[in-house]
C-alpha cells in the first residue's frame, strides 16, 4: 500500500512539474513575442519623426513587401516541419529537420543569386510601385531570404520546447535592432541605414540559430527533397498570401493612390490598432489550448461558449481604451501631419474586434474531423480582400480599404458562426455580449460628450476626462469578468 501510494505521489509531482514547465515555456514564447512587438511600438515615434512621413511611408511600403515576399519565399517549410516532424517516429525526426533546414538555406541561396542577377529586371518593376536604390534593393532581398531560414530554425527551438533560447533570440534581435536604428538616426542617417540596421539583427540571428541547428540535427542538401518542398508547401503559401491580402497587401496598394502624409496616418492608425491585439494575448494564449479540452468537461458548451464571450468582451473593452487615449498618442508623439489616423483607427478597431471574434466563436470547426473548414474560409476572406482593396482604394483611397478591412471580418464571422453552430451547438451567453456591446458604445457616447470637445487641446480637462472614463471601464470589466469566469468554472450551469 505504501509502495503504491508513493507511486501515486511521484505521479502527480511529475505531472504538476510538467504542467509548470509548460507554463515556463508559454511564458517565455509570449514575453518574447511581445516584447519584440512593444520594441517596435516605441521605435515608431522616434521613425516616424527623424525620418519624415514621406520616408516613414516608403519604409512601411518596403516592410508591407518584405511581408508578402517572405512568405512566398518560405515555401510553407514551417508547416510542413510541424507535419512531418508530428507524424514521424523518433529516430526520423532529425533526419527530416536536417532535410528542411537545408532546403530552407537552399531556396534562400537561390532567391539572393537570382535576386542579384536580375536586379536591372526587378529593380525597375519594383520602382513602380515604390521608390528604392540597389543597395536598398539587396538589403530588402537579403532580409527576405534570411526570414526563410529563421522560421524554420525558429520552429524547431518551439518543437524542442527550448522556449528560453527563443526568447533570447527574440529579445536580442529586437534590442541590437532598436540600437542600431537609434544611433543611425541621431546621426543623420536615413532609411537606408534602417533597413541595414534589420539586416544585421537579423544576420546576427540566423547564424547562432544555424549553429544551434546544425549541432543538434545537421543541416542536409538533397534536391528530391527540395523537389518535395516545392510540390507540398503551395498550398501553404496560397494560405499564408490569403492571409497577407486580409491585412499587409493593402498598404501597398495604398501607396500607389494616396499621398505619404495619408498612408504614414493609415500605418499609425494599423499600429495603434495592433496595441489592442497586443492588449489580448495573455487571454488568448491561455484559452486557446484550454477550450478545445473544456467542451469535453461537464456542462462544457455553455463554459466553452462562456470562456469565447468573455474573450470577445475584452477585445471591445481594450479597442474602446484604445480609441480614447488615441488624441492623446498621436497629438503627443506624432507630427500634425498623421491628425487622420485618428479617424481611421475606430473602423480598424471594429474590424479588429469582429476579427477576434470569428477566432473565438468557431469552436465548432475544429471539432469536426475535416480541417479544411478554416482553410476554406480564411482563403475565402483573402479573395475577397484581393478582388475588393484594389477597387475600393481606387474609388475612395484608405476609406475604401477600411470598408473593405470591416466587411470582410464581418463576412468572415458570419461564415465562423454558421458552420461553426453546424458541427456543434455551442451555447454561448449573448446577453453577456450585448450587455457588453451596450457598455462599450455608452462609454464612447459619454466620452464624446466630456472628453473629446477638448482632447485636440490635450489640457488637464481632458485628461481628467479620459483617466474618469478609463476607471470606470476598467470596473466595468473586473464586474464582467467576474461574472463569465463563474460561467466558465462552473460545472452546474
Known amino acids: 500500500m505504501q509502495i503504491q501510494w508513493f507511486k501515486k505521489f511521484d505521479l502527480a509531482l511529475f505531472s504538476k512539474q510538467k504542467q509548470a514547465s509548460a507554463l515556463a515555456q508559454q511564458g517565455y514564447y509570449a514575453v518574447g513575442l511581445m516584447l519584440t512587438k512593444v520594441i517596435s511600438l516605441f521605435l515608431l515615434p522616434y521613425l516616424a519623426k527623424q525620418l519624415g512621413l514621406v520616408e516613414f511611408a516608403r519604409l512601411e511600403t518596403l516592410l508591407a513587401i518584405i511581408n508578402g515576399a517572405t512568405i512566398v519565399v518560405g515555401l510553407g517549410m514551417v508547416n510542413l516541419l510541424y507535419r512531418k516532424v508530428g507524424q514521424s517516429a523518433l529516430h526520423e525526426k532529425k533526419q527530416i529537420t536536417a532535410a528542411i533546414a537545408g532546403n530552407a538555406v537552399s ?3 537561390l532567391v539572393l543569386a537570382f535576386c542579384l542577377i536580375s536586379t536591372p529586371i526587378i529593380l525597375p ?15 530588402c ?13 525558429l520552429a524547431w527551438l518551439r518543437m524542442q520546447d527550448k522556449a528560453k533560447l527563443f526568447f533570447q533570440m527574440m529579445v536580442t534581435r529586437g534590442v541590437l535592432y ?5 544611433l543611425g538616426l541621431a546621426i ?21 540559430l544555424i549553429i544551434i541547428q546544425y549541432r543538434d540535427t545537421r543541416i542536409s542538401f538533397s534536391w528530391h527533397s527540395l523537389y ?16 497577407y491580402a486580409t491585412q499587409g497587401m493593402e498598404v501597398v496598394i495604398l501607396a500607389q493612390n494616396v499621398s505619404p502624409e495619408s498612408l504614414a496616418s493609415y500605418v499609425i492608425a494599423v499600429k495603434l490598432f495592433l496595441i489592442a491585439a497586443l492588449l489580448n494575448q495573455p487571454f488568448l494564449l491561455w484559452w486557446y489550448p484550454k477550450r478545445m479540452g473544456l467542451i469535453a468537461e461537464k456542462n462544457g458548451l455553455s463554459r466553452a461558449g462562456a470562456g469565447a464571450t468573455l474573450g470577445v468582451l475584452l477585445a471591445m473593452i481594450s479597442s474602446t481604451l484604445i480609441w480614447l487615449w488615441s488624441p492623446w498618442v ?47 474560409i480564411e482563403v475565402s476572406t483573402g479573395v475577397f480582400c484581393l478582388i475588393g482593396f484594389p477597387i475600393a482604394i481606387e474609388l475612395a483611397q484608405v476609406h ?36 457588453g456591446i451596450v457598455l462599450c458604445v455608452s462609454l464612447i457616447f459619454l466620452a464624446s460628450l466630456f472628453s473629446r470637445a477638448y482632447v485636440y487641446q490635450l489640457d488637464f480637462t481632458s485628461f481628467s476626462a479620459c483617466i474618469g472614463i478609463t476607471l470606470l471601464m476598467i470596473a466595468a470589466l473586473a464586474y464582467k469578468l467576474q461574472q463569465v469566469g463563474r460561467k466558465i468554472h462552473a460545472t452546474d450551469l
Open 125 to 139: 518593376l519594383l520602382n513602380s510601385l515604390v521608390s528604392l536604390s540597389i543597395i536598398e534593393f539587396w538589403f
Open 330 to 376: 498621436i497629438g503627443l508623439l506624432f507630427a500634425d501631419g498623421v491628425a487622420p489616423a485618428l479617424s481611421y483607427l475606430p473602423w480598424l478597431l471594429i474590424a479588429g474586434v469582429l476579427k477576434q471574434w470569428g477566432a473565438l466563436f468557431n469552436l465548432g470547426c475544429f471539432s469536426s474531423e475535416n480541417s479544411r473548414t478554416q482553410m476554406y
Open 178 to 182: 532598436a540600437l542600431f536604428v537609434s
Open 228 to 243: 518535395q518542398t516545392f510540390l507540398y508547401g503551395w498550398p501553404f503559401v496560397i494560405s499564408g498570401l490569403a492571409m
Open 107 to 109: 531556396v534562400a541561396l
Open 188 to 208: 543623420g542617417l536615413g532609411l537606408t541605414w534602417v533597413l541595414f540596421a534589420s539586416l544585421f539583427a537579423a544576420l546576427y540571428q540566423v547564424i547562432h
Open 141 to 153: 532581398s537579403a532580409l527576405i531570404c534570411i526570414e526563410g531560414i529563421l522560421g524554420v530554425s
Open 400 to 435: 475604401g480599404a477600411l470598408a473593405v478591412f470591416v466587411m470582410s471580418q464581418a463576412i468572415r464571422l458570419l461564415a465562423y458562426w454558421l458552420i461553426s453552430q453546424h458541427y456543434l451547438s455551442v451555447v454561448y451567453p449573448v446577453h453577456e455580449l450585448v450587455k
